[in-house]
């Protein structure tokens, strides 16, 4: 983190950007980077993908920074790039033809595997990661709206406020998804936890 904008919040950073302040851009996009990510993983899209996904979505929010009106709705207006950049994504993907090649199975199997975090050992690596594609497999199951609530709620900590604007629902709407959803991935979960 830079530290001219350590004690900047989003709003400060979204007013100077919005004034040609092309490091304060800077600073927010690097901030906003890892949500967006994790926004689209469990949206359940591919790994391989999710790295053009985000680029392409930071390139509009940098693009139109100055028509953002409010910037208390900033994660609102974030939140609807993300998702019709998914969804934009989904639509092309289902256009254009599956092409396999050989190449890419056979690199895939050479490829070494990395332990990211040495601070855990490889056991709880592994807790994790399975805890992790558990998770990952039950909100892939949920009905979408109740999914795409449920993300932006658990994964990106949004109000209620923020995802009704996000999502063009009503406060009720949002509140009885988030319920509904939640007690779905219990269900789901409960089988795996001791």
Not at 1 to 15: G, P, Q, S, V
Not at 69 to 91: C, E, G, H, V
Not at 110 to 124: A, G, M, Q, R, Y
Request: charged content about 35%.
């Amino acid at each position: 983190m830079k530290l001219k904008f350590k004690n900047d919040n989003t709003e400060t950073l979204i007013h100077k950007a919005q004034n040609d302040d092309f490091e304060a851009l800077e600073e927010l996009i690097r901030r906003e980077e890892k949500n967006i990510y994790a926004t689209l993983y469990y949206m359940n899209a591919k790994c391989d993908e999710i790295s053009d996904l985000v680029q392409e979505i930071l390139f509009k929010v940098a693009k139109n920074i100055k028509k953002l009106k409010n910037p208390k709705t900033f994660r609102a207006w974030l939140n609807q790039i993300t998702i019709r950049q998914f969804y934009d994504s989904l639509r092309k993907k289902q256009r254009m033809p599956i092409k396999i090649t050989l190449e890419n199975d056979y690199e895939d199997k050479n490829k070494e595997l990395e332990i990211p975090d040495s601070s855990v050992t490889p056991h709880e690596c592994i807790l994790n990661d399975e805890l992790d594609l558990v998770i990952k497999k039950s909100i892939d199951k949920l009905k979408e709206p109740f999914k795409m609530t449920i993300v932006m709620r658990e994964l990106q900590g949004l109000s209620y406020d923020e995802i009704a604007q996000a999502t063009n629902s009503s406060i009720g709407t949002v509140k009885s998804r988030i319920a509904r959803a939640r007690c779905k991935l219990q269900e789901y979960i409960k089988p795996y936890m001791c």
